[in-house]
């Protein structure tokens, strides 16, 4: 059997690579990486960091507005399709690079799996819901990583297509959490252990409106501990643009940083603060408190364990909210306990 794996953005690359250990042996796994993140430390280095093979296609995509870069992906994943004449074609998350693969699929009448399926935000106005959405109700098979996106895909009528397979993303968590407990921090400003916050900041919501970014940044500044914002090039530009000072107050802005290295800063962090949707989850299996800038969150256990606090107007609030008391230790593991790859790659090839 022909396995074609479409990614595109760093998420994607963390879920590829348990996929991609889970694939060997069993099945001719292709990888076509579609160039939607194209610098080293959001693209490139996560090959090398996860020990990813390198990407059979890249096509160079790169940035644009939403309907320019999905439509350049359709051009571009129809000819890969055809020409690789796969059994399969794996999507992963809720990227542009998730539906545009989905529906050059399906119009070439190959089937598609789509991994971490079932998640739902209801927010409409995020480009990632509906991707997600489309992608499910296109998908022949849905792989679900937990019994809330399970339910949600009943709600819709999938069942049929589903399957509990848990969280890939716990599965590559846990085995970078393992390798780099010891490693030095890899941050570009000095901080002490547990003495600081990770912050990430990137959603249109948060970073295009000049006076809500503002007032987070406000927020964030007043916090008692460093917080250590890895700042895409894309927030820095908006902030530049918008006249917003980054590193103020107790702000201190450091370059973005691979998987390993942003495993390691949270497992050595006071909390998290963040619009991530996979750095929630991160942190919780972490066992670090998150504080996420969002009005939802399609993780809904980490919120309802106490491990995870949503803000989404009150940012005067963030230092007594990010640093509240840490909850009750817990051992459950809504995400599943690492073996969600296997369990994926076992679907796929029976299906």
Known sequence: ??????????????????????????????????????????????????????????????????????????????????????????????????????LAAVKLHVRVAHLEAGLRSFNRRMPEEHNRVLTDHAADLLLAPTQVAMDHLATEGLAARGVLVGDVMTDVLFETRDKVAAAPLSLSVPVEDGEYYVATIHRPDNTDDPERLRAIVAGMAKVGKPVVLLAHPRLRHLAEKHGITLDQGSVELSEPVGYPDLVNAVQHSAGVLTDSGGLQKEAFLLRVPCTTIRPETEWVETVELGWNVLVNTDFAALPEIVERTPPPPTDAAPYGTGTAAQAAVDALLSA
């Open 1 to 102: 059997m022909r396995v074609l794996s479409v990614v595109g953005a760093r998420p994607q690359f963390v879920k590829l690579a348990p996929i991609a250990r889970a694939m060997r042996g069993r099945a001719e796994h292709l990888i076509a990486h579609t160039g939607q993140h194209y610098d080293h430390n959001m693209s490139g280095a996560f090959f090398s960091d996860l020990g990813i093979p390198e990407p059979d296609v890249n096509l160079g995509i790169g940035s644009g507005k939403h309907g320019e870069q999905t439509g350049a992906m359709l051009a571009g994943l129809e000819k890969i399709i055809e020409d690789t004449a796969p059994d399969w074609v794996l999507v992963y998350g809720d990227t542009n690079s998730t539906v545009a693969a989905a």
